[in-house]
């Protein structure tokens, strides 16, 4: 699933090497927030996948557990590109909707359903009120 990927104004670019441990849609309010939309989708990958050009400004978020959640974004423009998750050191969920060919995206199941919006139903993907089980 290898590909490239950049933000609105293309002030920041990035390449993506590799297969995403897991392609998760989060409905959690905070990414409803960031995204402005009823989700967000997101590529789990290794921090080592990812080689970014452009710097990236960084928000300090918190996730339900108090773990810090480190939004990195386009500050020119505001695209989300990625989050850092003080849960899992060293892996990023990277914004699906950057991709420059997002037709390869498939997701894998959906956490925070408990905020999900009531309007939409996504089936066949695994469902989890908060995060899944490690």
Known sequence: MSGEGRCLCGNISYVFEGEPVVTVVCHCTNCQRQSGAAFSVNLLASEAQITISGDLTVFEDRSDAGEAVLRKFC???G???????????GMVALKAGTL??????????????DSKQGWLTLDGLAAFAKSPPS
């Open 100 to 113: 420059d060919d997002v037709s390869k995206v498939e997701p894998g199941l959906q956490v925070f359903c």
């Open 79 to 89: 695209s989300p590109i990625l989050s850092a998750l003080g849960s899992m050191p």
């Open 75 to 77: 500050g020119r423009c």
